[in-house]
Nanobody, 124 residues
Framework: QLQASGGGLVQAGGSLRLSCAAS????????MGWFRQAPGKEREFVAA????????LYSDSVKGRFTVSRDNAKNTVYLQMDSLKPEDTAVYYC???????????????????WGRGTQVTVSS
């Protein structure tokens, strides 16, 4: 089971931190990705992190503003979002790949389990 949380309404320039908690034996070791989908748009990749936590991947649109991290003791992955822009408004999803390697993917098809999303709204 995946549970994303931390979304909300924030003004442009503000910050939010999303969390995604993984539970259950399916998730013994996994990479995690964050994706988002805005109304009328396709789902897009945001960030990913390896099981070890030392490999990360970001989309160009969020690089330098968002930071993905994890606490494996808590089975939780975080997405710190700073300098938010109105175009960051979307439903954000976390997704898991049962995998302990160091090569990550931006493709949604690579991930094999998805959580429910959390809404992020950035006002101008």
């Amino acid at each position: 089971q995946l549970q994303a949380s931390g979304g909300g309404l924030v003004q442009a320039g503000g910050s939010l931190r999303l969390s995604c908690a993984a539970s259950g034996r399916t998730f013994s070791s996994y990479a995690m990705g964050w994706f988002r989908q805005a109304p009328g748009k396709e789902r897009e990749f945001v960030a990913a992190i390896s099981w070890s936590g030392d490999v990360t991947l970001y989309s160009d649109s969020v690089k330098g503003r968002f930071t993905v991290s994890r606490d494996n003791a808590k089975n939780t992955v975080y997405l710190q979002m700073d300098s938010l822009k109105p175009e960051d408004t979307a439903v954000y999803y976390c997704a898991v790949k049962s995998y302990n390697g160091r090569v990550l993917s931006r493709s949604g098809a690579w991930y094999n389990f998805w959580g429910r999303g959390t809404q992020v709204t950035v006002s101008s």
